[in-house]
């Protein structure tokens, strides 16, 4: 079976641009979320999305940074204006069971360098 | 504040040594504890544990959970150098509405050298 895909794979900007990252997770996988990894610090969620609904999105940073995630399968995550403390690993996972109690797993990720 | 912390933070062993990594926690609604491997980005799933005392095994590596002192330890026996990574422990919490939301620690790096 196809892993979870991300796009790009790398991004470099200039503080106050914006951004957005591209998710596909697992065919049939009904919950999907977003984690920032910072350098040195294991993956913090931003927000978690069970079909195309938000389920928790209590950690996102809304003033800059929004998502979606239409018609319940690919997700888009959109910084603007980029910070220079937005520079991380932005992961995507996906997992098969409703909630998120089962394994998750990650696409690749996309490293992220505000500059 | 749900806390994960894992120790050591990096760990240097030879080849065919065995090493033990720690992991601890502070949370409310405990489900379920997960080890992780990341090798480059993607965090691997290794094992989830949810019952105390009951050991995970895959190969050389295994995992056990104590619910009673809110720990788990993950360990790999023989290791190689293919073992070289960052092993996260995330615990699962019940964060309502039938929704479950992991927490990771800061992971241990291990580095194994022939």
């Known amino acids: 079976e196809a892993g979870v895909a991300q796009s790009p794979r790398y991004k470099i900007i200039e503080k106050r641009q914006s951004v957005a990252f591209w998710c596909n997770p697992i065919?049939?996988?009904?919950?999907l979320y977003w984690y920032q990894q910072i350098l040195g610090q294991g993956p913090k969620l931003l927000i978690q999305?069970?079909?195309?609904?938000?389920?928790?999105d209590s950690q996102l940073p809304k003033d800059r940074f929004s998502a979606e995630r239409l018609k319940g399968v690919d997700s888009t995550l959109k910084i603007q204006p980029a910070k220079l403390e937005d520079s991380a690993v932005y992961l995507c996972?996906?997992?098969?069971?409703?909630?998120?109690?089962?394994?998750?797993?990650f696409g690749p990720g996309t490293r992220l360098t505000v500059t | 504040e749900d806390k994960v912390v894992q120790s050591p933070l990096s760990l240097v062993v030879h080849e065919g040594d065995t090493v033990t990594l720690n992991c601890s926690y502070e949370?409310?609604?405990?489900?379920?504890l997960l080890w992780y491997k990341q090798e480059k980005k993607a965090p691997t799933f290794l094992f989830m544990l949810?019952?105390?005392?009951i050991e995970k095994k895959s190969g050389r590596l295994s995992s056990i959970l104590d619910k009673k002192e809110l720990f788990s330890i993950l360990n790999i026996t023989a290791t190689q150098t293919g073992d070289s990574a960052v092993y996260l422990c995330?615990?699962?919490?019940?964060?309502?509405?039938?929704?479950?939301?992991?927490?990771f620690g800061k992971g241990t790096k291990l580095s194994v050298i022939p």
């Open positions: 995330a615990v699962a919490v019940y964060s309502g509405a039938g929704s479950y939301q992991l927490t």
């Open positions: 996972a996906s997992s098969a069971v409703a909630g998120g109690l089962g394994e998750q797993y």
């Open positions: 949370v409310t609604n405990f489900r379920s």
């Open positions: 999305f069970q079909n195309n609904g938000v389920v928790d």
């Open positions: 949810t019952s105390s005392g």
């Open positions: 065919s049939g996988h009904a919950t």
